[in-house]
């Protein structure tokens, strides 16, 4: 059990007064305009993605005809085919205001206005961003389907391989609401703090205690305001590893794990550093943010 400091605590589990269960197909109304759509596994737990459902009382109406079930709320008009599997043919959800755009299941908006990219690493000049929460077409959806879920004592749980956990935001051309509303939906992100706006120190290099604190004075002899001390990879054994850190791994895995073993341990190497926390403490002294 993880300790309590550990814990990821979230409001994940919806008001039923907003949820209508179908047969093997759930539909959650979080807002007006963000649907959570289920099958075959409904589940109340907060996932890797997504930590809160229970945003403020969203008024729905259901009410089924020929065999169809409708949702609809203030800004969304769902409808589904009552027995059928998800997909183009038997889910759509319509936007009742600008752009008025139909989505089926399934659908990608072409316009998409972009969001994020993970790494520039490698990047010179342009690089090609991925979708965002926002587009042209007033639409986009998150499928959260293969992400891990968190169990009561904060661990992870695996979801079955046959459930589908898809979020329809369909905020039109109100772009911030949008973002506003995915955000009380994963998790605010906290401001980063001012000391991560500054300079980095890291390089590649097998330093000892010594040696890195005597490069910090140098650093700071010379006026060159630094912030973070990183503490590149051989802060930790590397070399000569000992037959206990390889005990549980087959002999195949030993072949393919080679050097890399050393990379992620979390074992100081002591004849580079005979006590770390002294380090630590010295860097501390020195003003200085440490990273390993």
């Known amino acids: 059990m993880l300790p309590s400091y550990l814990k990821k605590y979230n409001n994940a589990a919806s ?10 197909v759930r539909f959650t109304a979080i807002t007006s305009r963000l649907f959570r759509i289920e099958e075959n596994e409904f589940y109340d737990n907060a996932s ?8 403020e009382q969203t008024e729905i109406e259901s009410y089924k005809e020929n065999n169809t079930l409708f949702i ?4 969304l008009l769902l409808s589904y085919k009552i027995g059928e599997k ?19 299941f399934g659908d990608i908006a072409v316009h998409n206005l972009g969001g994020t990219v993970s790494t520039l690493d490698r990047v ?15 639409y986009s959806t998150i499928d959260d389907s293969k992400t891990a879920l968190f169990d009561d004592n904060g661990w992870f749980k695996i979801r079955n391989g046959n459930t589908t956990d898809l979020y329809f935001f369909g905020y039109g051309h109100d772009y911030l609401v949008c973002i506003k509303d995915y955000c009380r939906l994963t998790g605010v992100p906290k401001m980063l703090p001012a000391y991560a706006l500054g300079n980095w120190w890291s390089r590649y290099h097998r330093y000892s205690e010594e040696e890195y604190l005597a490069l910090m004075d140098k650093v700071s002899e010379n006026d060159v305001p630094l912030s973070v001390a990183v503490i590149d990879m051989d802060w930790h054994i ?12 087959s002999e195949k895995d030993k072949m393919s794990i080679g050097y890399c073993l050393g990379w992620t341990g979390y074992t100081w190497d002591k004849e580079l550093f005979p006590d770390y926390k002294r380090f630590l403490n010295e860097l501390h002294n020195r003003g200085l943010k440490t990273s390993l």
């Open 15 to 24: 008001s039923d007064k907003q949820t209508v269960v179908c047969g093997k």
């Open 48 to 55: 890797q993605t997504v930590l809160n459902r229970n945003f």
């Open 72 to 75: 609809k709320t203030k800004h």
């Open 86 to 104: 998800l997909n183009s043919e038997s889910l759509n959800i319509v936007l009742l205001s600008k752009p008025y755009t139909r989505w089926d």
């Open 124 to 138: 010179s000049g342009s690089c090609k961003l991925s979708d965002g929460m926002c587009s042209i077409e007033g």
């Open 238 to 249: 590397v070399q000569n590893i000992k037959d206990e850190y390889w005990e549980k791994i």
